[in-house]
């Protein structure tokens, strides 16, 4: 159980450093933008906190599937989605002053991406399959038709990240499509498969464990009544 602890804590950490510092790289965008789209900009942060909400609830015996499910996509999607960006522009992000952040970045996005599959489901349904892929092919028209006046009175295309080059986002666009349909069906699959996922045994352990807890304190409030 301690071993289990101290790995989840971990995840935990990490996650919670990852989506403080994805919220400062998104901010000058977010405060560029209309409040109503700000559910649609910063990706990587934004699934990272909702991937850490869903562990947790987990942990404590409230799974909520959907939740669950659309956290570990977007974990895995984003994932590869930014570790493409890197090496698509990797003539700006490796640059000279760059590389450092960048590769620090690199690893940590393979780590999102292997996170993912840890939350995921046990028997997913079609309703779930068919929320999911609504919710990111609503994201990705957003990222990339919707068009918006800022903050300064401009007309911008598309909530994406902002991007080094324009000549390179129709590649990243198409990729996104794919993604959110690929993760979307990846996910759902590997929610009927029996895989013994890194952490997931650590994970079902501490959701045991704290379980056990809660009945103890449950009886524990009945017998004082």
């Known amino acids: 159980m301690i071993r289990s602890s101290l790995i989840l804590s971990a995840i935990v950490l990490i996650n919670l450093i990852g989506m403080?510092?994805?919220?400062?790289?998104y901010y000058e965008q977010l405060s560029a933008s209309p409040a109503s789209l700000w559910l649609f900009i910063p990706d990587c942060p934004l699934y990272v906190m909702l991937f850490t909400i869903a562990l947790l609830l987990t942990?404590?015996?409230?799974?909520?599937?959907?939740?669950s499910y659309i956290a570990a996509v977007g974990m895995m999607k984003y994932g590869v989605w930014t570790l493409t960006a890197l090496l698509l522009f990797s003539d700006y992000f490796f640059s000279r002053y760059l590389w450092l952040l960048s590769s620090i970045l690199f690893i940590l996005?393979?780590?999102?991406?292997s996170e993912g599959p840890l939350l995921i489901p046990k028997k997913l349904g079609?309703?779930?399959l068919a929320a999911g892929l609504f919710w990111f092919l609503a994201n990705d028209y957003f990222d990339y038709f919707y068009r918006y006046l800022n903050v300064w009175g401009e007309y911008v295309l598309g909530t994406h990240?902002?991007?080094p080059s324009a000549d390179r986002i129709p590649v990243m666009m198409?990729?996104?499509?794919a993604l959110s349909i690929l993760m979307s069906l990846l996910a759902y699959w590997l929610s009927s498969m029996n895989i013994s996922w890194p952490a997931r045994r650590e994970l079902d352990d501490a959701r045991e464990y704290f379980q056990k807890i809660r009945k103890r304190s449950r009886g524990s409030r009945r017998r004082s009544r």
């Open 174 to 177: 198409v990729l996104t499509f």
């Open 161 to 163: 990240p902002i991007l």
């Open 109 to 113: 996005h393979i780590g999102m991406f």
């Open 126 to 128: 079609r309703a779930h």
């Open 59 to 67: 942990l404590f015996g409230f799974e909520y599937k959907l939740l």
């Open 20 to 25: 403080f510092y994805g919220y400062y790289y």
